[in-house]
């Protein structure tokens, strides 16, 4: 496994050292050194199988059979973390307020949940469609909801494995911006894994290129 970066001297949220994983006898991270500066955009580019998608399971706790260490900035305790996976995962009978509402309520008391709901639904233009059911709308409205709901939970950490992957340019152009707009109304630290170069230009603040 080789990485290349481009980045600078930075506080991190969180740094890998001397990760190992393998699948049986295959290794998929050989000694994996990586720090994600904090409330920046880090894009992981890279071929499929080289364990994109197992680093972020492995950042966030979904995978614990690995060898090496994870340290924490300020070796805080009480982690959280926002992940947006290739599908949307939408509770199909919940609205789409019901299904920001449903990761809040461990959090907020409801007039909170309400005015956090609100914000971010009006950021990615989601508002007026409040009360409708994850069926009824277009695929593109399911990714803002699934980036308004993972905004709207309190976490340290946001994942988002391919988050725009099946949308065409204009939508995905669109949706980018609208990303970035509730990202800068809410910075934290983001680990972005996506394969489309325009992508990772457009959101990353750095990039690493995984590679066999």
């Known amino acids: 496994?080789?990485?290349?970066?481009?980045?600078?001297s930075i506080e991190y949220e969180i740094e890998l050292?001397?990760?190992?994983?393998?699948?049986?006898?295959?290794?998929?991270?050989?000694?994996?050194?990586?720090?994600?500066?904090?409330?920046?955009i880090t894009v992981i580019t890279g071929p499929s199988g080289v364990g994109k998608t197992t680093l972020l399971n492995i950042i966030?706790?979904?995978d614990t059979e690995y060898e090496g260490n994870i340290f924490w900035h300020d070796n805080v305790s009480n982690k959280k973390?926002?992940?947006?996976?290739?599908?949307?995962?939408?509770?199909?009978?919940?609205?789409?307020?019901?299904?920001?509402?449903?990761?809040?309520?461990?959090?907020?008391?409801?007039?909170?949940?309400?005015?956090?709901?609100?914000?971010?639904?009006k950021l990615v233009k989601l508002y007026d469609n409040r009360n409708m059911l994850p069926e009824t709308l277009s695929g593109g409205m399911k990714r803002?909801?699934?980036?308004?709901?993972?905004?709207?939970?309190?976490?340290?950490?946001l994942l988002m494995d391919e988050p725009f992957k099946g949308l065409d340019n204009d939508l995905k152009k669109e949706i980018i911006e609208e990303f970035?707009?509730?990202?800068?109304?809410?910075?934290?630290?983001v680990i972005l894994i996506t394969h489309d170069k325009g992508e990772a230009e457009a959101l990353g603040h750095y990039i690493y290129k995984m590679e066999e």
Request: charged share 25%; with cysteine.
């Open 1 to 8: 496994m080789e990485m290349g970066a481009k980045q600078n």
């Open 17 to 40: 050292v001397n990760v190992c994983k393998k699948y049986g006898e295959k290794e998929i991270l050989n000694n994996l050194n990586i720090s994600f500066p904090k409330d920046k």
């Open 60 to 62: 966030s706790g979904l």
């Open 81 to 121: 973390f926002s992940y947006i996976f290739q599908e949307d995962r939408l509770i199909p009978w919940l609205t789409v307020y019901e299904n920001i509402e449903f990761v809040l309520k461990s959090q907020l008391n409801k007039e909170q949940i309400k005015k956090v709901i609100d914000k971010n639904l």
């Open 144 to 157: 803002r909801v699934a980036i308004a709901r993972a905004f709207a939970y309190e976490s340290n950490l």
């Open 180 to 189: 970035l707009t509730i990202w800068n109304n809410n910075r934290r630290t």
